[in-house]
């Protein structure tokens, strides 16, 4: 059974940094493309950032610059590091891990950047 396991969210105060962690079990990530998304209360859930099975990283408009996905397929973990936070950061961050058809979720860690 594949697992997705998120860890490292929190409450920071603007412009602070947080690193997600996205643990697998039941597969090995580095077969799949992992994505990060998140969604915001209210808002539809939006890409963040991705790293294919080359370890090549994407990000969207809004992260580029200040967010960095890696992979570290010895703990077969995908990390999210988010730099100068914002209050518009605000949201669950959920991991996403694709391969042909397959695609898995894990549960979300919530992420709030305030004052």
């Known amino acids: 059974q594949v697992q997705l396991a998120e860890s490292g969210g929190g409450t920071v105060q603007p412009g602070g940094s947080l690193r997600l962690s996205c643990a697998a079990s039941?597969?090995?990530?580095?077969?799949?493309?992992t994505n990060w998304y998140r969604q915001a209360p209210g808002k539809q859930r939006e890409w963040v950032a991705g790293?294919?099975?080359?370890?090549?990283?994407g990000y969207s408009d809004s992260a580029k610059g200040r967010f960095t996905i890696s992979r570290d397929d010895a703990k077969n973990t995908v990390y999210l590091q988010m730099n100068n936070l914002k209050p518009e950061d605000t949201a669950v961050y959920s991991c996403?891990?694709?391969?042909?058809?397959?695609?898995?979720w894990g549960q979300g860690t919530q992420v709030t950047v305030s004052t």
């Open positions: 996403n891990a694709r391969r042909n058809f397959l695609s898995y």
């Open positions: 039941g597969t090995t990530l580095s077969i799949h493309h």
């Open positions: 790293i294919t099975t080359d370890g090549n990283g």
